[in-house]
């Protein structure tokens, strides 16, 4: 199996039910775990599909439906002899639905704020600083996706490479005018024993934030007391934050 038919597979597959016992899915699963780039596509198909089912579930049905539904399909089944009918294929109206709320998910709520990089760098730094509670504490990663598509945040984020390998410790969502902020809380090998995380990462639509003049180079600043790395990828800003030196954020990027 290589990558292209695993996610074919995958496609179908659906986090924390029954999916997992199939032998297709399984052996699409383990080869994610060796594949980092199917890993990491798995991670946020599967917060996506997860956010659809539960845009599904939202929806009522209009009362009478169902016997509607039986009693026409009923009434078309005597009308046509059996060698000319055609089956209903209603998965496609359900398919052409769930594209529809796709598309919504990946249409980013953009915020009209009017402060600066600067401003937006002292207040995400403070944050980290001052103290804060996590809104979901856990080291997965589809589950920390799962909670920033539901709440409007920004979850299709991107991580480096050397960000992945560090543990997770919850996300908590911000406000940044009229945006919110994707907190992503990690622990590092070094963190003090009492503390739930030491390196925070900050998302945040790139248009959100006014006078962004850095790239996709990651720009390092001292902002506070944190070391930071400023940077931007396709529609996203994105911050880093640790206590330490230049070296010690550079081991992240």
Not at 22 to 40: F, G, S, V, W
Not at 95 to 101: C, I, P, T
Not at 183 to 194: D, G, H, L, V
């Amino acid at each position: 199996m290589n990558r292209d038919e695993a996610k074919s597979i995958l496609l179908l597959y659906r986090h924390g039910t029954a999916d997992a016992a199939d032998p297709q899915i399984i052996e699409a699963l383990a080869l994610a775990e060796r594949d980092q780039e199917l890993k990491d596509w798995l991670v946020i198909h599967c917060a996506r599909e997860f956010v659809v089912r539960q845009k599904f579930r939202q929806i009522t049905p209009p009362a009478g439906l169902k016997e509607q539904i039986i009693s026409e399909q009923a009434a078309s089944e005597r009308a046509v002899p059996i060698w000319n009918r055609k089956i209903g294929w209603v998965p496609v109206a359900a398919l052409l639905l769930l594209s529809g709320l796709l598309a919504s998910l990946w249409l980013a709520n953009r915020g009209h704020g009017e402060d600066t990089l600067a401003v937006f760098q002292t207040q995400m730094a403070g944050v980290a600083l001052r103290g804060y509670g996590m809104d979901v504490t856990t080291n997965d990663p589809v589950a920390i996706r799962v909670y920033l598509a539901q709440n409007g945040a920004p979850s299709d984020f991107v991580l480096p490479a050397a960000l992945k390998q560090v543990a997770l410790a919850g996300c908590a969502i911000e406000g940044w005018r009229d945006a919110k902020v994707t907190m992503i809380c990690f622990r590092t090998s070094n963190a003090a024993p009492e503390a739930t995380s030491d390196l925070w990462l900050f998302v945040v639509d790139r248009s959100s934030v006014k006078k962004t003049s850095v790239g996709s180079v990651p720009r390092l600043a001292k902002v506070n007391r944190l070391m930071t790395a400023t940077w931007v990828q396709g529609d996203k800003l994105y911050f880093l934050g640790t206590a330490g030196d230049v070296q010690a954020i550079q081991h992240y990027l």
